[in-house]
């Protein structure tokens, strides 16, 4: 496993100002770094909750984050099961959402997200549930595989990978990596190749979302976190594409419409030329950021 680099990591701490003594939750914990770093922040005695949908990734976490001892709670779940896991009457300071695939994931073949490493087509945040990637490719329609890789990929070519898809799963079937990425490269010819990034990225972006089922609460999840906060609190979201960014803006826009937070970020935030070169993976990385206004919630 690569060493882990949390994204935009000064400017988020930059804007949610962890003080001693805080109470903070990061509802897409991963691997902890952002974490742990609040948690420094914010000594002593600052306190932290995490959420992950990924059970190994919760377990890397707890290692790390264990010389905080009884000021870390971590739950696996999801985000969208934000007030049910961490109490309806819970209150933070703080609240971090870092969205998309983790390093983690996309370094470790057997899990199945990265197509430049063999692994089976997987994909699945938590392994214990769901259907794998390589089930949605062998028994969805061609036009349904279109319309997928179109809506979660903003892929203009989804018809013709769609249509390579089905033909090549017909000779043998698609279950690893190498093999739906090649059947990809394939489809879209050499000419029409998205620069800087490989022809099957969308491919997989969109067959991520719809395994996890990314975005289908997404706007909701939000807007309930923000309840969650203390009046002044603030909440900081990090996205890597645009249809979680679009959702983001959005949710927030409307909020910050009916007075309920106001704006931090009047466009968002992104990685400098350093970080980029640290971390080429942070170069698309969006955030986002706005704080609760006093007793407007119940309003909004």
Same mark, same amino acid.
């Given at each position: ?33 952002? *974490?742990? @770093? =609040?948690?420094? &922040?914010?000594?002593? !005695?600052?306190?932290?909750?995490? +959420?992950? %949908?990924? $059970? ?105 990978? *769609?249509? @390579? =898809?089905?033909? &090549?799963?017909?000779? !043998?079937?698609?279950?690893?990596? +190498?093999? %739906?990425? $090649? ?105 986002? *950021? ?11």
């Amino acid at each position: 496993m690569s060493a882990h680099i949390p994204v935009l990591l000064a400017e988020i701490l930059a804007l949610l100002q962890p003080r001693p003594g805080g109470r903070y939750l990061d509802a897409t914990i991963g691997l902890g770094g952002h *974490a742990e @770093a =609040i948690l420094r &922040a914010a000594e002593p !005695e600052a306190t932290l909750m995490g +959420i992950d %949908l990924d $059970g190994e990734a919760l377990a890397v976490a707890r290692e790390r984050l264990r010389p905080f001892g009884e000021r870390v709670r971590l739950i696996q779940g999801r985000y969208e099961a934000l007030s049910e896991l961490v109490g309806a009457d819970a209150r933070f300071d703080g609240i971090l959402f870092d969205l998309g695939v983790s390093s983690y994931q996309l370094d470790t073949p057997e899990r199945g997200f990265a197509f430049g490493r063999e692994g089976p087509l997987d994909m699945r945040m938590d392994r214990s549930q769901g259907e794998p990637a390589a089930q949605l490719v062998s028994r969805l329609p061609e036009r349904e595989l279109a319309d997928l890789i179109f809506r979660w990929g903003e892929d203009r070519h989804s018809r013709r990978i *769609a249509r @390579a =898809i089905v033909a &090549a799963r017909a000779v !043998e079937p698609i279950a690893t990596t +190498i093999a %739906l990425a $090649g059947v990809v490269g394939r489809a879209i010819p050499r000419r029409f190749w998205p620069r800087g990034i490989h022809p099957a990225t969308r491919t997989f972006q969109a067959l991520r979302i719809a395994v996890n089922q990314e975005l289908a609460d997404l706007g909701p999840a939000l807007e309930g976190a923000v309840a969650h906060l203390v009046p002044g609190g603030r909440a900081a979201v990090i996205s890597f594409h645009s249809l979680e960014d679009r959702i983001v803006k959005q949710t927030w826009r409307r909020l910050e419409a009916a007075g309920a937070v106001r704006l931090l970020t009047k466009r968002p935030l992104t990685v400098r030329e350093a970080e980029e070169q640290r971390n080429p993976r942070s170069r698309s990385a969006k955030l986002r *950021a706005l704080e609760r206004m006093p007793d407007t919630m119940e309003a909004a």
